[in-house]
């Protein structure tokens, strides 16, 4: 069997050319052998008529294997040159001819040099596509930070508002004074529970005092 992989022609068959040359030899293999057996057959039959013959069973088999043996290599030889001229003449591509497919290299040819180069390009603007999709991601997970920042900015906004609303419900409307008023008001309610605690230990002690 040939050993050169005909690509071409496989492209343009749908199949190796190899591959097609295999499958007429096994056909070609498997008729011989049948046709063998259909003789031997016939032959044993014959023998059936002649009682007196000393031609076994055993030796018609051996005979008829011989005679495959010798068949099968003439039939190899034979083979090998039908397979020859098959590649060389019904089954192969001249090197002149182009696929339909392959018509835009014929008008668009280029060196390897020049497919080197195009390659080369490719592999750049890859680069720099991936590059400028990092920098995108980048760029988004810092739109989404300040996202997030905006939104802590507009509740301590909403707090302030919130808180000046407070101060001016208490007749204080300047910032330094608001802060004053929580701090003066956060140090009352720091004594009145330090009062309320103070009181509740002594009626702890005055009902053990009970008991």
């Known amino acids: 069997m040939s050993v050169n992989p005909m690509a071409y022609e496989a492209q343009f068959f749908g199949f190796t050319p190899q591959t097609c040359m295999l499958r007429v030899y096994i056909a070609f293999q498997d008729y011989l052998f049948e046709m063998m057996l259909v003789v031997e057959r016939v032959i044993l039959k014959k023998l059936e008529g002649f009682p007196d013959s000393k031609i076994s069973p055993f030796q018609i088999r051996k005979s008829t294997e011989k005679f495959l043996l010798f068949m099968k290599e003439r039939f190899d030889h034979l083979f090998s040159k039908m397979e020859q001229m098959l590649l060389q003449l019904v089954l192969n591509i001249p090197k002149n001819v182009l696929l339909p497919e392959d018509k835009v290299h014929e008008q ?34 810092e739109l ?23 101060c001016r419900e208490h007749g204080t409307s300047n910032l330094k004074e608001s802060f004053a008023f929580l701090t003066q008001t956060s140090k009352k309610l720091q004594d009145i529970l330090k009062e309320v605690e103070k009181k509740n230990k002594r009626l702890q002690k005055s009902n053990l005092h009970v008991v």
Not at 114 to 135: C, M, W
Not at 144 to 166: C, P
Request: aromatic share 10%; net charge negative.
């Open 108 to 141: 668009y040819p280029y060196s390897k040099e020049q497919f080197q180069t195009l390659q080369g390009e490719i592999d750049q603007l890859q680069k720099q596509y991936k590059v400028e999709v990092s920098a995108g991601q980048a760029l988004l997970a």
């Open 144 to 166: 989404e930070e300040q996202k997030m920042v905006q939104a802590e900015l507009e509740k301590t906004l909403q707090w302030f508002d919130g808180l000046e609303n407070i």
